[in-house]
């Protein structure tokens, strides 16, 4: 870590340029209950609205960068550092190659293609100025979606036995071995029959390796994010790898088309759903942070709308840490690229920033009008959705439940 502090990150305005809004809103609209209507709204109501506010705009306020002092604060900036070199591994050209050598092309072009044009025809009737929703390039990246679920990547909630096929119990990490440790294997999980009679033990190595993924084709979360993402990139796709700190990690893609960072996530073959794990899951998270060979981004409000519903406590660093390490990040990621490349990834950074604070700003509120009898809010229309959000479809029912991620909230 450097003595000086590290250039404020793009796009990030000072504490009152981001909050005064919301602070504003907040105010006004109190200030509505109590003079109208003095006697229908509970102080305890109005408290809970203000509460709802607070905790909302604590994950949006910005903080001053500040290097880490303690210990904790150096931990999570190691970790931080560390994370963001995982995306790093998709920019291999040789890597890149095989990887194309992987998908159907074929067979993904032909889909994007037919989904495109049905994207235009639907535009076109309903009017001249209407514009598709999504370009070819979106559509492309959800054919490789559909494949990759549906054909390429196997999920594994427990290894079979290898004697005698019956089912495992798991007891327990392992260290790898050394073979495992050359294809990328960081940790080992140790499985033994489920049969007293035989008792045979499987290994369950968790890959990090892109090249050995494409070859196992098998794991969870963490092996589905981040081969999908490396094949994402492979197709042209400006990608992000996103870490998530209560356990799962997902993609994001940058649509041309729409101009902005999409939520993909390819165990759940889900497209555009950034509030499924909060209010599908029923998933409480505190940290979404997003690596690029381009930077690191804090994209938590795009996950997280309403804080004090679904948010958890950030305690692995003051914000200011966090911010001064993404500084860094960005800084390491982004020196050697020209100056027009730099100046229009700030240019997205601010147009970033802005979305995530209409995130914040639509939760707050859709808080307050709650408290407002038979009070409408209006629903962005870009993330309208008639069928409630499900639960978590990917691994078995019994790992689902246990992990309170099927949208029935805590295991009992």
């Not at 690029?292 to 804090?298: F, H, K, L, Q, V």
């Not at 390491?332 to 209409?358: H, I, P, V």
């Amino acid at each position: 870590m450097g003595d000086q502090p590290a250039p404020q990150a793009s796009g990030v305005s000072d504490d009152s340029s981001q909050t005064s809004w919301i602070t504003s809103l907040r105010e006004r609209f109190e200030r509505l209950l109590v003079a109208e209507k003095p006697n229908r709204y509970s102080i305890s109501s109005i408290e809970s609205g203000r509460s709802t506010a607070r905790s909302s705009l604590s994950v949006a306020r910005s903080s001053v960068p500040t290097p880490p002092q303690d210990p904790t604060s150096f931990a999570f900036a190691k970790l931080l550092h560390t994370l963001s070199t995982t995306p790093l591994q998709y920019e291999d050209s040789n890597l890149l190659d095989k990887a194309l050598s992987t998908i159907p092309l074929d067979r993904i072009y032909l889909e994007a293609e037919e989904e495109s044009q049905k994207y235009k025809s639907l535009a076109q009737s309903e009017g001249e100025e209407k514009t598709p929703e999504w370009g070819y390039q979106d559509c492309v990246i959800k054919a490789l979606l559909r494949w990759f679920r549906r054909d390429f990547f196997n999920w594994l909630s427990s290894p079979p036995c290898p004697r005698c096929a019956s089912s495992t119990v798991d007891k327990g990490m392992t260290p790898p071995m050394p073979a495992e440790s050359a294809e990328g294997a960081k940790r080992v999980v140790l499985y033994q029959c489920s049969v007293p009679t035989c008792g045979a033990y499987e290994r369950f190595p968790r890959y990090n390796d892109v090249l050995t993924l494409l070859r196992t084709r098998k794991g969870r979360c963490g092996e589905y994010a981040n081969c999908f993402t490396f094949l994402c990139r492979a197709m042209g796709a400006r990608v992000r790898w996103i870490w998530n700190a209560e356990d799962h990690v997902w993609t994001e893609v940058f649509s041309e088309k729409q101009q902005r960072w999409v939520h993909v996530d390819s165990c759940e073959e889900a497209w555009d759903e950034p509030k499924i794990y909060a209010e599908g899951w029923g998933k409480k998270m505190s940290y979404c942070l997003a690596f690029s060979s381009e930077g690191a981004t804090d994209v938590t409000r795009r996950y997280v709308r309403n804080a004090a519903k679904h948010g958890l406590a950030r305690t692995r660093a003051p914000e200011g840490v966090l911010r001064w390490v993404f500084d860094e990040i960005c800084r390491l990621r982004r020196e050697e690229m020209s100056g027009e490349e730099r100046a229009q990834l700030q240019r997205e950074d601010e147009r970033e920033e802005q979305e995530l604070q209409g995130h914040v700003a639509e939760a707050v509120a859709a808080d307050l009008i709650s408290l407002v009898p038979n009070a409408v809010l209006i629903d962005n229309p870009t993330e309208h959705r008639e069928d409630p959000l499900p639960g978590r479809q990917s691994g078995s029912p019994e790992w689902v439940r246990a992990r309170g991620e099927d949208g029935k909230g805590p295991p009992q």
